[in-house]
């Protein structure tokens, strides 16, 4: 499992860095708005979706609060995340301890959520998900997508 994070994150941090080359200067406000997204899972160790299927369909909600952004999804995963900007890229990231096993043991669920390339009307979308149970269990998905400006 654990080769599996590496390469969870390490193929995360290419498609950052590939990302973050980008000449726009986005700021955060400009993804506020709801998003339609389609993400085209890479890797689904965690078994997100069907093996017959390729990615899923969302709805992201990006709201700005105060100096702050934050995304909800329709789905609830990730049900609210917390967003910053580095560059040309706005970041979310969610973490819940939860009991997935049944066991009384909690499990770290990540879920991270990252637009580059935003326009007016649409953005590129990385999507990553983890569940480490510690020794028990853990698992990694990642796609990649297009969200569409409503």
């Given at each position: 499992?654990?080769?599996?994070?590496?390469?969870?994150?390490?193929?995360?941090?290419?498609?950052?860095?590939?990302?973050?080359?980008?000449?726009?200067?986005?700021?955060?406000?400009?993804?506020?708005?709801?998003?339609?997204?389609?993400?085209?899972?890479?890797?689904?160790?965690?078994g997100l979706?069907?093996?017959?299927?390729?990615?899923?369909?969302?709805?992201?909600?990006?709201?700005?609060?105060?100096?702050?952004?934050?995304?909800?999804?329709?789905?609830?995963?990730?049900?609210?995340?917390?967003?910053?900007?580095?560059?040309?890229?706005?970041?979310?990231a969610s973490?819940?301890?939860?009991?997935?096993?049944?066991?009384?043991?909690?499990?770290?669920?990540?879920?991270?959520?990252?637009?580059?390339?935003?326009?007016?009307?649409?953005?590129?979308?990385?999507?990553?998900?983890?569940?480490?149970?510690?020794e028990i269990?853990?698992?990694?998905?990642?796609?990649?997508?297009?969200?569409?400006?409503?």
């Open positions: 499992m654990k080769s599996a994070r590496c390469l969870f994150y390490s193929l995360l941090s290419s498609v950052l860095c590939a990302c973050n080359n980008s000449s726009s200067s986005n700021l955060a406000f400009e993804s506020t708005g709801i998003w339609d997204v389609q993400i085209n899972l890479v890797a689904d160790d965690c979706v069907d093996p017959s299927e390729s990615g899923f369909g969302d709805e992201y909600q990006i709201n700005t609060i105060g100096s702050g952004t934050e995304l909800s999804a329709a789905s609830g995963l990730p049900v609210s995340a917390s967003g910053n900007t580095e560059g040309s890229v706005v970041s979310f973490e819940e301890q939860l009991d997935l096993i049944g066991d009384g043991s909690l499990c770290s669920q990540v879920v991270t959520v990252n637009y580059s390339d935003i326009t007016e009307s649409d953005a590129t979308i990385t999507f990553g998900f983890s569940v480490d149970c510690g269990f853990a698992c990694s998905s990642l796609g990649l997508g297009q969200g569409i400006r409503r």
